[in-house]
């Protein structure tokens, strides 16, 4: 069964500092990964996506994530945190076992970033 | 752009009411969708069509119906509300296809929906 792990509840970082927040995957054959913020109240926001080519992605708000094949992650990272990144973070994939076009997301990931 | 829009924001329902949730996108997007998120049990897929007059369901499809009788719109009916159905409920629409692809899906803002 394809799924999507994020292994940490909750991951505290200090303004300034660089960010990860992990993503691990299980999907046959090639993967379309993706990253979702959420604000308090607020919908998902898309924030990049790995469909092929180069492994490091870039995406919105300064984020990126490094596609690792042959470790099957997907983590997100930001190299100098701003407390305005504090959001909960979800890592997903387009479901390639049905023909529902659904993505499957992890469980979140919530960011505190402190000042 | 106004993108993926969702009514009402938050909503009270009486157990044994009914009441429709509201999605339009703007984008021209072929697949749209209906989520519902729960706290540990992440963002479930409740319907999704791929264009107008086909629709077909999801992974929890049951006290739910949904129609698309436009590209835009893409409503939720909530036929009979159970406290079960108390949730965050999200529309998403992407570009065409229900093939795996790397179509970006792209989310409402959410209707917060309690049934007492």
């Known amino acids: 069964a394809q799924s999507v792990a994020q292994p940490e509840d909750q991951v505290n970082v200090a303004e300034g500092n660089p960010l990860t927040v992990k993503c691990t995957y299980s999907v046959s054959g090639n993967p379309y990964l993706f990253w979702y913020v959420q604000y308090p109240n607020r919908g998902l926001q898309f924030l990049l996506k790995y469909i092929t080519g180069d492994n490091l992605v870039k995406g919105s708000y300064g984020f990126e994530a490094e596609f690792n094949k042959s470790q099957t992650s997907f983590h997100l990272k930001k190299p100098s945190a701003l407390v305005s990144d504090s959001a909960l973070y979800f890592c997903a994939v387009r479901d390639k076992g049905s023909n529902t076009g659904k993505l499957i997301f992890g469980q979140g990931t919530t960011l505190q970033v402190k000042p | 752009n106004a993108g993926v829009t969702q009514t009402p924001k938050f909503q009270v329902l009486k157990t044994g009411q009914s009441m429709t949730l509201q999605c339009a996108q703007d984008?021209?997007?072929?697949?749209m969708s209906w989520y519902r998120q729960d706290p540990g049990m992440g963002l479930r897929l409740i319907h999704y069509?791929?264009?107008?007059?086909?629709?077909d369901q999801g992974e929890v499809p049951n006290g739910y119906n949904v129609s698309r009788s436009t590209t835009e719109d893409f409503p939720l009916r909530l036929l009979s509300a159970a406290p079960s159905q108390t949730s965050v409920y999200f529309c998403?629409?992407?570009?065409?296809?229900?093939?795996?692809?790397?179509?970006?899906?792209?989310f409402g803002e959410g209707s917060w929906l309690t049934v007492v």
């Open positions: 069509s791929v264009g107008a007059g086909i629709t």
């Open positions: 984008m021209n997007h072929e697949y």
């Open positions: 998403a629409s992407s570009r065409s296809g229900t093939a795996p692809s790397g179509n970006t899906i792209y």
